[in-house]
């Protein structure tokens, strides 16, 4: 099993930039930030989102190069699983009045290949894994 590296203040910094510029693209799709950087006993939600007919639980993955594959690709079956356990969990911790469908989102930023500065964003709605 590989040992997770540990996250350093650049990475820390990358990962609160990928998360702001998430929070900002949700609100312009009409998303409210219920909360960002959930703690759940099953692992962290960078956004909790809502809209008129789900909750959204969002995985913020950003990179600077593809110097360790897409941002996607570090979205494990057990991270998936972690995601899907916390949400359930928030669910089962709301008035049951409030209660609505919830999906899995993964938000990812990547350098633009143009070398124009920018990020690319990719926001992937309801993934799932593939039993």
Do not use: C
């Not at 990962?15 to 962290?44: C, M, S, V, W």
């Not at 008129?52 to 941002?71: I, L, N, W």
């Amino acid at each position: 099993m590989a040992t997770p590296r540990k996250k350093t203040a650049h990475n820390r910094n990358l990962g609160r930039h990928g998360e702001d510029l998430a929070a900002a693209e949700a609100q312009k799709r009409g998303y409210r930030i219920l909360e960002r950087n959930l703690h759940t006993p099953f692992g962290e939600i960078d956004l909790f989102l809502e809209s008129d007919q789900a909750f959204v639980f969002a995985e913020v993955k950003t990179r600077h190069s593809f110097r360790f594959g897409y941002p996607e690709e570090a979205i494990t079956p057990e991270k998936l699983r972690r995601m899907r356990e916390s949400a359930e969990y928030v669910i089962n911790q709301l008035p049951i009045e409030t209660v609505k469908p919830f999906q899995l989102d993964v938000i990812t930023f990547e350098p633009d290949e143009t070398d124009s500065g920018s990020d690319v964003l990719h926001w992937m709605e309801n993934v799932t894994r593939d039993d």
